[in-house]
């Protein structure tokens, strides 16, 4: 069985405040990890992804996650942050990258900057 | 760019009735899903497609049916409709965990 656990429901940071939201998976084989980020009244977009190699990937907007095997985790981070990056925050896991490959999803974590 | 449409974007259906959500991939990915969306629960998945003809139950299948009859087009069927079965539905397309989602259709089933 596989899950994800994203511990912190709510975040509240000041606009230009360095941002990390947490995620902890619990899979045990090779895991693929993503964030997706839900703006109001939106679908889901995807924000960055780890397959392998390096731990720390690069996203759009600004953000990266680093993942750890050790501890199971794969926290996304963002040196600071702006008003429109107020949205919901999904961690995922997939175990594997074929096609038909089923993600099981975080509760999500909803970010709100304030001004 | 990836286009992902879901029809309609809100519906309001009667308890014991029926609703079929559409969604429409420009993307020609051969896999579709529904999720539905709930508070604390993330998304869940009901249903999936490898392609035109196939459908898969994923983990919340009860209640709901599924058809693909071409590449681009996935519905979601409610044959009795609940009010358990209120929720946030969104179709994706993709493969792996890179998947393009839809905008979403907010059912409320009275």
């Known amino acids: 069985a596989q899950s994800v656990t994203q511990p912190d429901a709510r975040v509240t940071v000041s606009e230009g405040a360095s941002l990390q939201l947490r995620c902890k998976y619990s899979?045990?084989?090779?895991?693929?990890l993503f964030w997706y980020v839900q703006y109001p009244r939106q679908g889901l977009q995807l924000l960055l992804k780890y397959y392998s190699g390096d731990p720390v990937v690069q996203g759009v907007n600004g953000f990266e996650a680093e993942f750890s095997k050790s501890n199971s985790s794969f926290h996304l981070r963002k040196a600071s942050v702006h008003w429109s990056d107020s949205a919901v925050y999904f961690c995922v896991l997939s175990g594997n990258n074929n096609a038909g490959a089923k993600l099981t999803f975080g509760g999500g974590t909803r970010l709100t900057v304030r001004p | 760019e990836a286009a992902v449409t879901q029809s309609p974007r809100n519906k309001v259906a009667v308890t014991g009735g029926k609703v079929t959500l559409s969604c429409n991939q420009t993307n020609n990915h051969n896999n579709m899903y529904w999720y539905r969306q709930d508070t604390g629960h993330g998304l869940r998945l009901i249903h999936y497609?490898?392609?035109?003809?196939?459908?898969e139950k994923g983990d919340i299948p009860d209640g709901y049916k599924a058809s693909r009859p071409s590449q681009e087009n996935f519905s979601l069927i409610l044959e009795l409709a609940t009010p358990s079965q209120t929720s946030v539905y969104f179709c994706?397309?993709?493969?792996?965990?890179?998947?393009?989602f839809g905008p979403g259709t907010r059912l409320t089933v009275l």
């Open positions: 994706a397309s993709g493969g792996g965990g890179e998947q393009y």
């Open positions: 497609s490898y392609g035109a003809g196939s459908t």
């Open positions: 899979y045990s084989g090779t895991p693929y």
